[in-house]
């Protein structure tokens, strides 16, 4: 789990009890000794790359090596300096080789090889004042991006037709028409993708039920809202059939 000041901890998913749809939940704050103020904004599955990707704010990047976040992590160690860029507000894995995708609230986003990211952290992304950086998702050249806005519109942005650039550092292009991006991530045609409202409402369904854009468009309605936004999106792999044993 990361938090906004960028610290880091580790929390065993068999420490959270099992409960209903439409439990409360168990609160953190009885098991992460969380600044005043502070929150937890990235919660990452252990094993699932090489390196973990930071990012802040005001567009500053960083990674840092999975062995770090270890089992020898001790807890609450500091990954990120928030005289740099602000407080964090999104991390991701990535394989090591990967481009990186940073997207902002305003739709805009950059695309860049993680490589050009040196062990300190670097900016990623020039922002305007009004903006700032929102999700951040390992990708390739083939890949596609779920891009969900605020008002549960959504699109797949294919990295086809969303060129990289040479260096990070750069302004970001309009990836998708929206008044509030809130969340992107990888995305492909067999996964399914999660989406969760600040009321607690969740929605799944199939990654491949979205058009998939090489363009700038507006995105289609993927959850229907009253009174409620969009906060959280997350992609996982569907799980796959298995055949009964013959009898």
Not at 157 to 165: D, E, I, K, T
Not at 228 to 241: F, I, S, T
């Amino acid at each position: 789990l990361f938090t906004s000041d960028g610290r880091a901890f580790r929390l065993p998913a068999a420490e959270l009890p099992e409960s209903p749809v439409r439990a409360r939940g168990a609160a953190l704050s009885g098991k992460l000794p969380l600044r005043p103020g502070e929150r937890v904004v990235g919660a990452l599955a252990e094993g699932g790359g090489q390196y973990a990707i930071l990012l802040s704010q005001r567009g500053w990047v960083r990674r840092v090596r999975a062995s770090y976040l270890g089992r020898s992590l001790i807890q609450g160690t500091s990954f990120h300096d928030i005289k740099e860029g602000g407080p964090l507000v999104a991390v991701c894995w990535s394989g090591g080789g990967d481009d990186l995708f940073l997207a902002s609230r305003e739709g805009k986003a950059i695309r860049f090889m993680e490589t050009q990211v040196p062990t300190r952290g670097v900016l990623g992304i020039r922002l305007d004042v009004t903006d700032m950086a929102v999700a951040v998702a390992a990708v390739g050249a083939d890949s596609g991006v779920f891009l969900l806005g605020a008002d549960g519109q959504g699109t797949i942005r294919l990295m086809s037709g969303f060129a990289a650039n040479k260096a990070p550092a750069a302004a970001g292009k309009v990836a998708m028409k929206t008044e509030r991006l809130v969340g992107a991530v990888a995305a492909g045609p067999d996964d399914e993708l999660f989406i969760l409202s600040r009321l607690g409402k969740l929605i799944r369904f199939a990654a491949d039920e979205i058009p998939a854009k090489e363009g700038v468009v507006q995105g289609v309605a993927c959850m229907t809202l009253r009174a409620d936004e969009a906060v959280a999106v997350v992609a996982a792999a569907a799980p796959v059939a298995v055949a009964p044993p013959a009898q």
